[in-house]
C-alpha cells in the first residue's frame, strides 16, 4: 500500500528557490509542492485556497519578514508546521522563530539531504534544529533562559528585523520601502539598536552588521 503522500507549500521570494525545490522533491514519493508563493500576500492568499502539511519559509521576503509570517500563519493554522529555509544565521534567528511557532530551521547552504530529513522530521512530529539551538530553545522553554546571551539578543524582534537589513546593505529609505514604516521610525530603531550594542556611531553599526549577517562573524560575549 503506497504511503500517503504529505503536502507542502514553499514560501520564498526567489522563484529559482521554488524551481529548485521542486526539481530536488520531484522523485520524493512521499513529499509533494502543492503551492509556490513568494510574499505574505501570496501565502496568505493561497492557504485559504489549500492548506498543506508543512510550509517551507524563507526569512527575507518582498513584502515582508518570514517571522512575522509564521506568527501569522499560526494564529490562522495552529496545526501548521512550518520549516525556516534561509540564508540567515541559525544563530540568530532559531530561537525567534521558534518562539512563534517554527518547528524547524535548515540553512541553504546546507546540503539537499539536510532539507529532506528536516522535513520528514517534523513530519514525523520532531523539532529539527542543530543541537546548540535545540537546547537553547528547550533551556528557555523550562524557563532557565531569561539571561540574554549577548547584546544581539536584547535587540526586539523589529530591531533585528532592521539589524539583519542593514547587514545585507540596505539603506534607511530601502528599509522603509521594505517594512513600510517611516524613516523616521527607521531612524530611532537604528539609534536604539546602536545603543542596546554599544556602538559608538552608526558606521559602527553598518559595519557590525554587515560582519554578522554576511559573514556569520558574531562579536565575543
Same mark, same amino acid.
Not at 27 to 34: G, P, R
Given at each position: 500500500m503506497k504511503n500517503e503522500t504529505s503536502k507542502i507549500m514553499v514560501i520564498d521570494d526567489h522563484p529559482i528557490i521554488h524551481d529548485g525545490l521542486?526539481?530536488?522533491?520531484?522523485?520524493?514519493?512521499? +513529499?509533494?509542492?502543492?503551492?509556490?508563493?513568494?510574499?505574505?500576500?501570496?501565502?496568505l492568499l493561497k492557504l485559504q485556497e489549500k492548506l498543506p502539511d508543512i510550509v517551507i519559509v524563507d526569512l527575507s521576503l518582498g513584502d515582508s519578514d518570514g517571522t512575522f509570517l509564521i506568527e501569522q500563519v499560526k494564529k490562522l493554522y495552529p496545526k501548521l508546521l512550518v520549516l525556516v529555509y534561509t540564508m540567515s544565521e541559525e544563530k540568530l534567528f532559531a530561537e525567534r522563530t521558534?518562539?512563534?511557532?517554527?518547528?524547524?530551521y535548515v540553512m541553504k547552504t546546507s546540503p539537499p539531504a539536510s532539507l529532506k530529513s528536516a522535513i520528514r522530521t517534523i513530519l514525523s512530529g520532531e523539532l529539527y534544529f542543530t543541537p546548540e539551538s535545540k @537546547? @537553547?530553545? +528547550?533551556?528557555?522553554?523550562?524557563? &532557565?533562559? #531569561? @539571561?540574554?546571551?549577548?547584546?544581539?539578543?536584547?535587540?526586539? #524582534?523589529?530591531?533585528?528585523?532592521?539589524f539583519k537589513l542593514i547587514g545585507e546593505g540596505l539603506d534607511t529609505v530601502t528599509i522603509s520601502e521594505h517594512l513600510k514604516i517611516s524613516r523616521n521610525?527607521?531612524?530611532? &530603531?537604528?539609534? #536604539?539598536?546602536?545603543?542596546?550594542?554599544e556602538l559608538p556611531n552608526g558606521k559602527a553599526l553598518d559595519r557590525l552588521a554587515y560582519e554578522v549577517i554576511k559573514k556569520g562573524k558574531f562579536p565575543k560575549q
Open positions: 521542486k526539481t530536488l522533491l520531484a522523485t520524493e514519493d512521499d +513529499l509533494e509542492i502543492i503551492a509556490v508563493a513568494s510574499s505574505v500576500e501570496e501565502a521558534a518562539a512563534v511557532g517554527a518547528n524547524g @537546547r @537553547r530553545i +528547550l533551556r528557555k522553554i523550562q524557563g &532557565h533562559s #531569561n @539571561r540574554p546571551r549577548s547584546l544581539i539578543d536584547t535587540l526586539s #524582534n523589529r530591531e533585528m528585523d532592521i521610525t527607521v531612524d530611532t &530603531h537604528r539609534i #536604539n539598536i546602536k545603543n542596546k550594542l
